[in-house]
């Protein structure tokens, strides 16, 4: 189980460096990306969330860095297209949240699924859901477009283990973020950082 982040082919971006990568790829969220590729991961989290400001929120910074930032930094709840990415080694089986209805900002919904309502959906095209079933949980690709979608199966505390390594792999990349801004964006670090952390559902909990 990897966190990973939907991402596209970042052309004439040049505010910070960032990594060479295709459209409609996904990237690993970890704490070995190069500096490069978390600049890609800083970008596409940015760019998502480039709202206009509401008119109370007063006018959009002038400058571009500010400008790209800004819904980043005053949106209240950001996201961050992508999810948790489930490889079964054995069969090649990938279970992949498509991001659509839900992204890694609502990670914490696998855990309704160990602790909670013991079911979850990930959004649509394809409809993937995760189900628990006494002590296993039960992973479909498609529940509702192919009759015999692919699935995986795996005990519930292997999955616990690996929503624990998740989390893990997100906090290690928020850490690498935040040393990343202090050098690339040293003025708006702090804030960028806290963003990040409120996009990836790793803040304390209200």
Same mark, same amino acid.
């Given at each position: ?27 690993? /969220? ?5 500096? +490069?590729?978390? &600049?890609?991961? @800083?970008?596409?989290? %940015?760019?998502?969330?480039? $709202? ?20 980043? /930094?005053t949106t209240p709840d950001?996201? +961050?297209?992508? &999810?948790?990415? @489930?490889?079964?080694? %054995?069969?090649?089986?990938? $279970? ?111």
């Amino acid at each position: 189980m990897q966190p990973v982040l939907e991402i596209f082919a970042a052309d004439g971006f040049t505010l910070w460096p960032v990594g060479e990568h295709k459209s409609y790829g996904y990237l690993v /969220l970890d704490g070995k990306l190069t500096p +490069a590729e978390v &600049g890609t991961a @800083v970008m596409r989290i %940015a760019d998502y969330n480039a $709202f206009e400001p509401e008119e109370e929120d007063g006018p959009c910074p002038t400058d571009p860095l500010g400008a790209f930032l800004n819904g980043l /930094l005053t949106t209240p709840d950001l996201l +961050a297209a992508g &999810g948790f990415r @489930v490889t079964d080694n %054995a069969t090649g089986t990938v $279970f992949v949240e498509p991001g659509c209805c839900s992204g890694l900002e609502t990670w914490r919904d696998w855990l309704e699924v160990l602790d909670g309502t013991g079911c979850c959906y990930f959004g649509h095209d394809p409809s993937s859901m995760a189900e628990r079933a006494g002590d296993s949980v039960r992973l479909t690709l498609d529940a509702y477009g192919e009759e015999d979608s692919p699935v995986i199966e795996l005990p519930v505390d292997q999955l616990r283990t690996l929503v624990t390594g998740a989390q893990r792999d997100l906090q290690d990349f928020l850490n690498l973020a935040g040393s990343w801004a202090e050098q690339h964006l040293p003025a708006h670090a702090a804030a960028v950082t806290a963003a990040l952390a409120r996009a990836l559902d790793l803040g304390p909990k209200q």
